[in-house]
């Protein structure tokens, strides 16, 4: 359907997000002295990003203690079971700590020791205390203040939602996007892409409502690679209110892992330990192993949920305030009540392929935060690391793009048409999401999931739902490809049928949408 746009603009930089990865390369982009527009499709209270809810903090290597960058990038390569790029983690780590400065720079404040410096705590998979956090757990919510306040004389559109990549030539040259007045044009010669996550493939996550996968599908409708996509990280404890796969659009709340630190513990309806002979450390084992236990328990069950029991936890609201405000909106007292959680899933480990400085494979397109795939996680992210991520990599496409604005001139201002996509009813898809490809998979449910997909009919993309259940749609045809295609278990993935990590060297695997919207997979060479 052609399109006659309702209006139309040009810049030199389009910024699509207002998370970490999408402020860092707008403000370095602004400040190379290019004409910046950000785009986000949420409205202006707080809460629009994952980069708002953020806790854990922001992993760094500070230049004076017994730390260093070879340190925290075993780390990382030790959780990316063998599918990070080691030249792409050694230099987005060594990059941390200017990256973090520049923040404090900008306004962020640091929670401090009682010896002076920045108070540092340790996660796991962390040989060192590293982490630099603000108001305990509410890292994010300064994080998001500071890059806020240091962008708010920015060109920031609010309720904006990127439709579509537009591309002449063979580089990018603007996008289309739908607002208030309808559907317009911007054109311009760099765009970034910092859409952020996909947590709502699932019917549960502790993603905000827009972490639908934008990035990636306007990515793969463009004809760009996708790659380590099969990876998704799942929290094993989020909070069960009863209503997931109830609606879709839902935050959860996350039940921190520290309250298993202090010794509560996980059981079914009927009193039974979840993880008991599971694992050596029990309840505190690594996540995916947690969260596979708990998912053979609801599978074995049929129940809905598990418990934690908390309540021999001395002092609890006072120690963990955040969880105990949740808890109660959603009518559980966690002092006198086991809390009732599931697995949600948390973060995508993979995305759009691009080198450390944001770049994509199409000239004019570079991406950062979690939509990108830099090689930093591989198949497993270490807890913190997507916070430096997006901070590091977001300057750098900021800059690159203000370059590349430069090198191109003015695009030629293009048309663009209405195109129709295959988009599944969202719930239907959550469902299917949740049942065949969530924590743990299989050939049988996997190939069932790329079926149900196929028969997704086709809609006209026109409107921020329309976006999101297509966009949806589409990341979950290249999840369903890449996880079929990965026959073994590594990182986050696992397969019943193939319960090891294969014998040969670890790979990553490529997804590229075909002309009929099918996923195809290839592999990226070696880089391990
Ligand atoms: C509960 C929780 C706790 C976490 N804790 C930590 C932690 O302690 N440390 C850590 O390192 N990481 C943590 N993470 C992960 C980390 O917060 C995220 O990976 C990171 O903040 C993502 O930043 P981003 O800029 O890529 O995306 P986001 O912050 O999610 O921003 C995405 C932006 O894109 C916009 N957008 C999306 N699609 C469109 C579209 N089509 N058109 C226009 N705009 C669009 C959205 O409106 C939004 O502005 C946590 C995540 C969650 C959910």
Redesign the pocket.
């Known amino acids: 359907m052609s399109l006659h746009p309702d209006w139309q603009e040009s810049a030199d930089v389009v910024v ?7 402020l860092a390369a707008a403000l370095a982009a602004h400040r190379a002295g290019r004409r910046v527009v950000l ?4 409205g202006r209270t707080p809460g ?12 760094v290597v500070l230049p004076d203690n017994d730390d260093s960058v070879d340190a925290h990038v075993a780390d990382t390569l030790a959780a990316g079971a063998g599918l990070c790029d080691p030249d792409a983690v050694t230099s987005i780590v060594a990059d941390g700590y200017r990256a973090v400065t520049e923040l404090v720079s900008a306004g962020a404040r640091f929670d401090e020791s009682s010896s002076g410096g920045w108070a540092l705590s340790r996660e796991g998979g962390h040989t060192r205390r590293r982490i630099v956090h603000a108001n305990g757990d509410a ?2 919510a300064e994080v998001q203040r500071a890059l806020d306040h240091a962008t708010d004389t920015l060109d920031i559109r609010t309720k ?4 579509q990549l537009l591309q002449d030539a063979g580089s990018v040259t603007g996008v289309l996007v739908a607002n208030r007045q309808g559907i317009g044009l911007i054109h311009a010669p760099s765009v970034i892409l ?4 996909l ?1 709502h493939l699932y019917s549960a996550t ?3 409502e ?3 996968g ?2 990636i599908a ?1 990515a793969l409708w463009a004809g760009i690679a996708v790659s380590d996509i099969e990876f998704i990280q799942f929290h094993p404890t989020m909070l069960f209110d009863g209503t997931a796969g109830r609606g879709p659009g839902k935050r959860r709340p ?1 039940v921190t892992e520290a309250i298993r630190g202090e010794g509560a513990f996980l059981v079914d309806s009927q009193g039974n330990s979840v993880t008991a002979g599971v694992h050596p450390m029990g309840d505190l084992a690594p996540r995916d192993v947690v969260a596979s236990a708990i998912d053979a328990r609801l599978r074995a069950t049929g129940e809905p949920c598990v418990f934690l029991d908390a309540r021999g936890i001395a002092d609890f609201k006072r120690r963990f305030p955040t969880v105990t405000a949740s808890c109660r909106a959603a009518g559980v007292d966690p002092i006198t009540q086991p809390i009732p959680v599931v697995p949600g899933a ?2 995508s480990c993979g995305g759009v392929v691009t080198d450390v400085h944001g770049q994509t494979e199409l000239p004019g397109l570079f991406a ?4 990108a795939r830099t090689g930093m996680h591989g198949a497993n992210r270490l ?6 991520e ?1 901070l590091v990599v ?1 300057g750098r496409a900021g800059k690159a793009a203000a370059a590349h604005a430069v090198d191109s001139g003015p695009v030629r201002a293009g048309t663009a048409e209405i195109v129709a996509r295959t988009a599944l009813v969202r719930g239907d898809l959550q469902r299917a999401m949740s049942r065949d490809a969530s924590v743990v998979r299989d050939a049988d449910g996997l190939y069932g999931l790329i079926d149900t997909l196929s028969a997704a009919p086709l809609a006209a993309v026109v409107t921020r739902a329309g ?1 999101e259940d297509a966009a949806l749609t589409a990341t979950a045809r290249a999840l369903a490809a890449a996880a079929l295609a990965r026959e073994e278990s590594r990182g986050c993935h696992h397969r019943t049928e193939y319960p090891d990590a294969a014998g040969t060297p670890a790979r990553s695997l490529v997804v590229r949408l075909a002309a009929d919207d099918s996923a195809q997979v290839e592999t990226l060479a070696a880089v391990c």
């Open positions: 699509i997000g207002t998370g970490v990865g999408g785009l986000s499709k949420a629009g990003t994952a980069t708002h809810y953020a806790q854990g903090g922001i992993a890292t994010g904006h939602t990127a439709l910092a859409t952020g996550g947590g502790t993603n905000p827009g972490s639908t934008d990035g306007l996350l948390h973060y950062a935060g979690e939509v807890a913190s690391n997507s916070l430096l997006g977001g976006l």
